[in-house]
């Protein structure tokens, strides 16, 4: 068990539809990470929050959106989805903003109909 | 941004053998792990080795930062090695990038 905890394990939506993946970060850990796997492209990072600031961007999609909240949290919401946005989302979490280990949830597997 | 370069890509393996994977990466590098992801999609931290050599049981790894590469060594490899490794580098650009990984088949 890595700490990092997401909901739900699996999820099945319609096209056009928007879901809510959540993550609650390792104990103490202020980063929160999130990746996208799929089958063609492998795992690309999205986005990192630090400390409840935006910190780095990858190939996020323009219908995500993320934030960190307070208690450091995190949710990433996905909008007006597609059938290509099947996939498995990970959520990673690390103690600083840089160069610390990083640890990954379990995965939230989403499937779009 | 960093590239991330592993392989082989497909490994497949008796029961008792021992293998070595290679990650390649183009740039300096603050931070870089090897994950193992199981059949069931979890990516379990393996190592966390910007440098240096360290061991875990029959798995080892080292880094040489100066030449831009990891190795992961797995010794007596079990069916439950199977699955697939990946190298992840963090850079300057403060993402961590992963490699397409490696998958291990370990037959009994």
């Known amino acids: 068990d890595s700490g990092v905890t997401q909901t739900p394990k699996h999820l099945i939506t319609a096209t056009g539809q928007r879901v809510t993946l959540r993550c609650s970060p390792r104990?103490?850990?202020?980063?929160v990470y999130w990746y996208q796997q799929s089958l063609d492209q492998g795992l690309q990072f999205l986005i990192q929050?630090?400390?409840?600031?935006?910190?780095a961007k990858g190939n996020i999609l323009e219908r995500f959106s993320a934030q960190q909240f307070p208690d450091l949290h995190s949710e990433l919401n996905l909008s007006s989805l597609e059938l290509g946005d099947s996939a498995l989302y990970f959520c990673?979490?690390?103690?600083?903003?840089?160069?610390?280990?990083?640890?990954f949830g379990e995965g939230s597997w989403l499937t779009v109909v | 941004g960093i590239q991330v370069e592993q392989s082989p890509p497909d490994l497949i393996l008796q029961e008792g053998a021992n293998s070595t994977l290679r990650c390649n990466f183009s740039?300096?590098?603050?931070?870089l792990q090897w994950f193992h992801q199981n059949p069931w999609g979890q990516l379990i931290n393996l190592f966390y080795?910007?440098?240096g050599t360290k061991q875990n049981g029959r798995l080892s790894a080292t880094t040489v930062a100066t030449e831009r590469y990891s190795l992961l060594y797995i010794s007596s490899s079990q069916t439950t090695d199977s699955g697939v490794y990946f190298c992840?580098?963090?850079?300057?650009?403060?993402?961590?990038?992963f490699g397409k990984g490696t998958l291990l088949t370990v037959n009994p």
């Open positions: 990673a979490s690390s103690a600083g903003s840089s160069g610390n280990t990083i640890y």
């Open positions: 740039d300096s590098v603050n931070n």
């Open positions: 104990s103490g850990d202020l980063s």
């Open positions: 992840a580098v963090y850079g300057s650009n403060y993402k961590l990038t």
């Open positions: 929050y630090y400390n409840g600031e935006e910190r």
């Open positions: 080795i910007p440098s």
